[in-house]
């Protein structure tokens, strides 16, 4: 039984947005698409209160929305499976729940408190942070589209640990089509100078190549029917990663599995100019 994709909904027009983008990646991946939103009104109205006012308006606000939203999904991708549902918590809280459940999901960099489209909003924060499984946060300009983007590539930072970073990164490629950059990150530390005895005057080409050994290692078992790029790029990888994402339709990051986002992880999300996958360590 394949795992639906989860979108995230408040009615702002970035979860809009993500909508279009999670209904064309569900469609990609051959899986249903469930569209969610989180409201409180339950846990602090109560259903007696509720049956004695009649459907409170949060109630009748969170049914708009997801209407809304469904038959969005359902225009853009009419053959797609697309089932809704009200959470009574917090909206984070929800879909990192949901995420339990889920082979993805999907959520805009911000909402209806965002006062910027470079800031990244706490409910895609947490949920990147804390979820089970993939979380895509819709940064930058990807025209609503999960499929055909403008520069035909798909970027990947490697990091320590790169496992399941990677095969996330290899199946989208393959079901986009198009080739794979892997990026890994080097740095000459500033204490390592060319007086150093075991450096002999060449640090900097020495980390390089450790660099790029790393990254052949790492990819020593890629499938043979995806065009992979090595890359190998001198510069913390918070930088790094960021610059790189200006040309490439997606990032692919990893996030090691203590609910917490690295520094890494943190500035991509908030500096990256295409959408950003966090993909959990396997436990």
């Known amino acids: ?81 697309v089932t809704t549902e009200t959470v009574p918590d917090e909206a984070e809280h929800g879909l990192v729940c949901a995420g339990r459940n889920a082979s993805m999901i999907v959520v805009g960099n911000r909402g209806r408190s965002g006062v910027a489209d470079r800031l990244l909003g706490s409910v895609s924060r947490t949920v990147a942070a804390a979820s089970d499984c993939p979380v895509v946060v819709l940064r930058g300009n990807h025209d609503d589209r999960a499929v055909a983007g403008r520069h035909g590539r798909i970027i990947v930072g490697l990091g320590d640990a790169p496992t399941s970073v990677l095969q996330f990164a290899f199946t989208e490629a393959r079901l986009r089509r198009v080739p794979l950059t ?20 060449e640090p900097a080409r020495l980390y390089e190549e450790r660099a790029a050994k790393e990254l052949e290692a790492a990819l020593e078992y890629a ?51 295409c959408p950003v996958v966090v993909v959990p360590e396997q436990r």
């Open 1 to 81: 039984m394949y795992l639906p994709l989860v979108a995230g909904v408040d009615g702002s027009e970035p979860s809009l947005r993500a909508v279009d983008w999670a209904a064309d990646e569900a469609a990609l991946h051959g899986v249903s698409l469930l569209v969610l939103y989180g409201a409180l009104w339950e846990r602090y109205e109560g259903s007696a209160l509720a049956r004695e006012l009649g459907k409170p308006f949060a109630r009748v606000e969170a049914e708009d929305i997801l209407r809304a939203a469904a038959e969005r999904a359902r225009r853009r991708r009419p053959d797609l499976l």
């Open 182 to 201: 892997v990026v890994r990150a080097w740095r000459c530390p500033a204490h390592e100078t060319v007086d150093h005895p075991l450096l002999t005057g």
């Open 223 to 273: 499938p043979s029917d995806i065009a992979v790029r090595r890359r190998t790029a001198e510069g913390p990888a918070r930088s790094v990663l960021p610059a790189a994402s200006s040309g490439a339709d997606l990032m692919v990051i990893g996030r090691r599995a203590h609910g917490r986002l690295g520094r890494v992880a943190h500035s991509v999300l908030h500096r990256s100019a």
